[in-house]
């Protein structure tokens, strides 16, 4: 039913601007469609169509839209209209970060459990993806047509790192440590975690379409088919552990596998710009 809904009011929004869609300007003159030198960006359709749903349908509790990425991958996506009929695609993510977690552990020599020393985590993390392409439009309507290609690639790694407040000794061989879910490994304990780093490309070809519901505002969707190869590397895990044979702190490294991909298929198999066919609200300026 809320499908139904959100149908009915997506063709009674498109029927109010169907009188005159041969007038290619507003009343107050306004160009309908992208002009050279304009710029764009796309945003997820679906949470503005279902609050125009669920307002049509009377819906209680309908919350306000909100922008949303069009690519699962959280890309920012754009457009730069060298003329009337031919458009630069652009699409872009810089993400690097870093979080803590501190847990707390009874101080070992102590009997006071109030006496407690910090064991920390720390996580950090980056990822980089950037595509590029051109599109050609068709079409002398409110109703444009476009076709085209674009390559992208992505980069992206991290790891984490563990210090702690009680240290391996002849007189503590088994310290008191905190479990964060990962660093606790038999008897060693890990002081560093580094990911695979994963490199990603595709190329792919696209056909879609949009309506101008507003002067240089449409709906529209597009598929694509393309290639994409996924590549994830060795990662390593540091550790130490207590040498009951040597007395002494040791540590050891154990590597990861890694892993690779090749697919040649629809967008929602294997893009890098991630699922292409739902709808998007597209705005030029």
Do not use: H
Not at 35 to 48: M, Q
Not at 60 to 88: C, E, H, L, M, R
Not at 129 to 156: A, D, H, N, P, V
Not at 211 to 217: A, D, T
């Amino acid at each position: 039913m809320k499908k139904q809904i959100t149908t009915v009011a997506m063709a009674l929004t498109l029927g109010l601007f169907t009188v005159n869609a041969q007038d290619l300007t507003s009343k107050k003159g306004e160009p309908i469609l992208p002009e050279e030198g304009d710029w764009g960006i796309g945003i997820d359709a679906t949470p503005f169509l279902n609050y125009a749903g669920n307002f049509f349908g009377k819906s209680n509790n309908n919350n306000a839209p909100t922008f949303n990425f069009i690519t699962s991958n959280q890309t920012i996506v754009g457009k730069y209209f060298k003329d009337a009929t031919t458009a630069y695609r652009g699409a872009i993510r810089l993400g690097f970060g870093s979080n803590s977690t501190t847990g707390l552990v009874q101080q070992d020599g102590q009997s006071d459990p109030n006496v407690t020393v910090e064991d920390k985590k720390t996580v950090s993390g980056n990822g980089i993806g950037l595509s590029g392409g051109i599109e050609f439009r068709k079409g002398k309507t409110r109703l444009q047509g476009y076709y085209g290609g674009e390559l992208g690639i992505f980069i992206g790694g991290g790891k984490e790192k563990y210090t702690y407040g009680n240290a391996f000794s002849s007189s503590n061989t088994t310290p008191t440590t905190y479990n964060f879910g990962s660093n606790i490994i038999g008897s060693a304990r890990a002081t560093e975690i580094k990911y695979g780093s994963t490199f990603q490309f595709g190329l792919r070809g696209f056909i879609g379409a949009e309506y101008f519901v507003l002067p240089k505002m449409s709906i529209g969707g597009e598929f694509g088919w393309g290639l994409s190869f996924k590549s994830t590397g060795q990662g390593q895990t540091t550790s130490e552990y207590w040498d009951s044979t040597n007395g002494s702190v040791k540590t050891q490294t154990t590597k990861t596998g890694k892993s690779s991909s090749f697919a040649l298929d629809t967008d929602n198999n294997n893009s890098v710009f991630g699922p292409a066919a739902s709808l998007r609200l597209n705005l030029y300026f």
